[in-house]
């Protein structure tokens, strides 16, 4: 692939991260709907209009995959979310959501056995960089407690980070897959988790406009579009920069709460800020700075 066409799709995956900034947004429009019951309508409706626009386009062939295609982006996408709903219920929100969020620093390291890819100094201080800022964001520069009788919650993050991880940088061995093989991943996903609904949580419905419309962004976007253009990252971009730029999501989803009045501004806030767009620039140095024979810096 050409270097333009690289940034091209490291910019198309780079839109993901934005997306999933708006998770905390929509996630606290949506109302009390409980989780799996959220997971399966907006990857049912995600899932649903990706299958008509391929329908329409004349693209349905594209579905036809092997079934260990099926099963590796379908375990993906369902696996990370099962084990990140079962860690937030079974162990301190703060120190679930800090060990899932080591997802994009184990995806910078386990890039370095791709082929063709190098994992470079830069990429791991820019890296651990983003990671102390959403530790700081996270905690809000407080203390952390990892108690006892929480080893469920804590085993199912790390399960939930691994997924993740996994599942991106397997990814770009299944290059050849199409990107719009993704809409059937999505199907199967609303499917699961509509059956993880039933077995596990009781019905409640979002209620008026306002909330059904928060699932429907929810759907739209980083809950839709967003696996799609990550896709296309993984596979043709830079894998390293993505997963060092992937600490700007939880960041980003802060800033936004706190815009429509959902939080304030701290000093902890600030520094994460700081901290997670300098690591993202420090692992983005090979991108964003070239000689002019094209060479990285």
């Keep these: 692939m050409t270097e333009s066409g690289r940034l091209k799709a490291t910019l198309i995956g780079l839109s993901a991260v934005l997306m999933w900034a708006t998770l905390g947004l929509f996630g606290a429009g ?22 008509v626009w391929l329908a329409v386009s004349g693209k349905l062939g594209q579905l036809r995959q092997p079934l260990k295609v099926w099963a590796f982006g379908t375990v993906g996408l369902f696996g990370f979310h099962f084990f990140y709903f079962t860690a937030i ?31 470079r100094f830069h990429h791991v201080v820019g890296t651990l960089l983003g990671l102390a800022g959403a530790v700081l964001l996270i905690t809000g520069g407080e203390g952390l407690n990892f108690s006892g009788g929480s080893a469920l919650g ?11 991880s ?20 999505c199907l199967m996903t609303a499917l699961l988790s509509a ?11 979002p209620e008026g406009s ?3 419309a928060s699932v429907a962004a929810l759907a739209l976007f980083p809950v839709g579009l967003a696996f799609f253009t990550w896709d296309v990252g993984v596979k043709r971009g830079d894998i390293q920069v993505l997963g060092a730029a992937a600490y700007s999501a939880p960041l980003l989803s802060t800033l936004l709460l706190i815009a429509f009045g959902f939080g304030a501004l701290t000093l902890s806030v600030a520094i994460a800020c700081v901290a997670i767009t300098l690591g993202a620039v420090i692992a983005a140095k090979d991108m964003l700075f070239k000689k002019r024979n094209g060479k990285a810096t």
């Design 210 to 212: 306002l909330e059904w």
């Design 154 to 164: 804590y085993g199912a993050a790390v399960a939930s980070s691994l997924f993740w």
């Design 30 to 51: 949506s109302g009390n709907v409980p989780p799996f019951l959220l997971n399966a309508l907006c990857f049912g409706i995600s899932g649903s209009l990706a299958f």
């Design 89 to 119: 219920r079974n162990a301190p929100p703060v120190e679930a959501n800090l060990i899932n969020y080591t997802w994009p620093l184990l995806i910078v390291v386990f890039s370095a056995f791709l082929p063709g890819e190098h994992l």
């Design 166 to 185: 996994s599942y991106s940088v397997l990814s770009r061995r299944l290059g050849k897959v199409p990107t719009e093989a993704v809409a059937g991943f």
């Design 195 to 205: 059956l993880c609904h039933v077995a596990l949580e009781d019905t409640v419905w």
